[in-house]
């Protein structure tokens, strides 16, 4: 079971049954790579549809409603509705926008968003490419969602926006110093980025249990990085409207909320790689394994949303700087000693 | 400890995503307004009303209209009797004013109308045909058992 349902069995059935009838071996190399792109742009749609379901479900339990429940059975067509609406709905451009990059804006996000799945290994030998540089890449990628936050912010011609996208990079760029050194102390244990030789290494132990504090401090810091609450300071409606997103309408509006969503998927894809044994785990097939992982990590960062109120800006600094950035360090310096130490005895 | 606020905080609303919702789901369950709510349209008792007149009285906006007649005996009978619920600010003087308890709220809370008319009730008859719709939903019942009782009651 474990082994046929691998998606490394159906790529290969699916490349035989491809041979079959494609008279050349490249282009049944370009068919298997367009289909890998769409399973990964299918992976992120879905994801949006599935996850926006997913938080007001989980909002409303929280709060002891019942949630979305009229459209279609319990409700889960409540955001297909949702999308429909917002396909309809009018394009307006507000005046005095800069029309070039208030247009690129959500779409220049929309790309780092979806590159980053590019090294996320779904499977045992699942990944899209097994980079030597893997996590590297990921992070490389995705800092560069800071500039379209901006982006949106200045063109919107609009002083919440602006403040918004102030915000968004001040808190992004800030706490990006702390989640790379957390993920540093697992490149120490490991001995290498790739993504595949990390999973490999947790085969036995997971290392959520070697390094908690780097989970920890990836947690807090993903959590900002993704511009969620309690750090949902970018679009904190009581004093900013929505922040860079206050002028966009439609579908410009719903790319900016599938970039949030492929973000959150993304960044507790690479927790459960990191620090969760990716996809390693008795009986059921890895990719689902590895779903069900990621299932847990966003049920815990929706669980933070529902449950903290938001920080304040300077808060916010000082939280990062002052004691995550510390506590960061701290912990590759106890790695590096541990490791040492580990090797001087065995 | 730092972050101890933090785990407890996590613990309640972890508790609280299994509790009991507390939705109720309108158009299909309705709430029960409980004995004190004021709202709704006036349920009037013919039995019980003397048409003295006191309820429109006792309101301030001119609410209530009221006809009687006397008949040979000199004892007044209610003609008319209606509501305008547009102009009512259930204060409750009415109710509080009737000397037998003859009105009272009938507590639904559903008033949204499409046009003002719709807004003026005229009680009396809607206290008649919930008079008679009682009379006969007993008289199903009691037929069955007891065939000269129906007369009687249907004359009065």
């Known amino acids: ?346 | 400890m730092l972050g101890k606020g933090l785990l407890k905080g996590m613990r309640v609303t972890f508790k609280t995503f299994f509790h009991k919702k507390e939705t109720l789901q309108y158009p299909e369950e309705k709430l029960t307004m409980p004995a004190r709510f004021r709202g709704g349209e006036l349920d009037l008792n013919t039995e019980k009303c003397i048409a003295c007149g006191l309820c429109k009285m006792a309101c301030p906006n001119h609410v209530i209209e009221i006809t009687t007649a006397m008949d040979d005996a000199k004892k007044r009978h209610l003609k008319s009797y209606v509501y305008h619920s547009g102009l009512c600010l259930y204060c409750n003087f009415c109710v509080e004013a009737c000397p037998t308890k003859a009105i009272s709220w009938d507590k639904n809370y559903e008033n949204s109308r499409y046009f003002r008319d719709e807004l003026d009730v005229d009680c009396l008859a809607i206290a008649k045909q919930k008079l008679t719709k009682t009379i006969s939903a007993d008289d199903k019942a009691s037929a069955e058992k007891d065939n000269t009782l129906k007369g009687g009651i249907l004359d009065e």
């Open chain 1, 1 to 346: 079971m474990q082994e046929i349902m691998s998606l490394f069995q159906i790529a290969k059935m699916l490349r035989a049954l491809l041979e079959s009838f494609l008279p050349d071996q490249q282009l049944v190399d370009i068919c298997m790579s367009l289909i890998n792109i769409g399973a990964i742009f299918t992976i992120i749609s879905l994801s949006a549809v599935v996850l926006v379901y997913a938080e007001r479900k989980v909002s409303a339990f929280i709060q002891r409603r019942s949630g979305p429940n009229r459209v279609g059975p319990k409700g889960t067509l409540q955001s297909v509705a949702d999308m429909v609406k917002l396909m309809a709905k009018e394009d307006i451009m507000p005046d005095g926008a800069d029309r070039w990059m208030w247009m690129l804006a959500p779409m220049l996000l929309f790309i780092p968003a979806a590159a980053v799945f590019v090294v996320f290994p779904f499977d045992n030998k699942a990944i899209f490419a097994d980079l030597n540089i893997g996590i590297f890449y990921f992070i490389a990628i995705s800092s560069q969602s800071v500039l379209p936050f901006l982006m949106a912010g200045w063109a919107s011609n609009n002083k919440y926006s602006l403040v918004g996208g102030m915000r968004t990079v001040a808190q992004m760029l800030s706490y990006e110093v702390p989640m790379v050194l957390s993920i540093l102390g697992i490149v120490m244990l490991v001995g290498s980025m790739r993504m595949s030789t990390i999973v490999a290494a947790q085969e036995q132990v997971w290392f959520i249990f070697l390094q908690p504090i780097a989970f920890v401090v990836y947690v807090i810091t993903a959590t900002a990085e993704i511009n969620r609450a309690p750090f949902d300071l970018v679009e904190g409606e009581s004093e900013l409207v929505a922040g860079p997103f206050t002028e966009y309408t439609g579908m410009r509006w719903a790319l900016f909320f599938l970039a949030e969503y492929a973000n959150l998927l993304a960044v507790s894809a690479i927790a459960a790689t990191l620090f969760l044994g990716g996809w390693n785990g008795p009986w059921l097939p890895g990719w689902i394994w590895f779903f069900l992982k990621i299932g847990a990590m966003i049920f815990l960062f929706m669980w933070f949303r529902w449950t903290f109120p938001r920080l304040r800006i300077d808060q916010l600094m000082s939280f990062g700087w002052k004691i995550l950035l510390p506590l960061a360090l701290a912990n590759v310096i106890i790695t590096g000693i541990g490791m040492y130490i580990y090797e001087f005895f065995s």
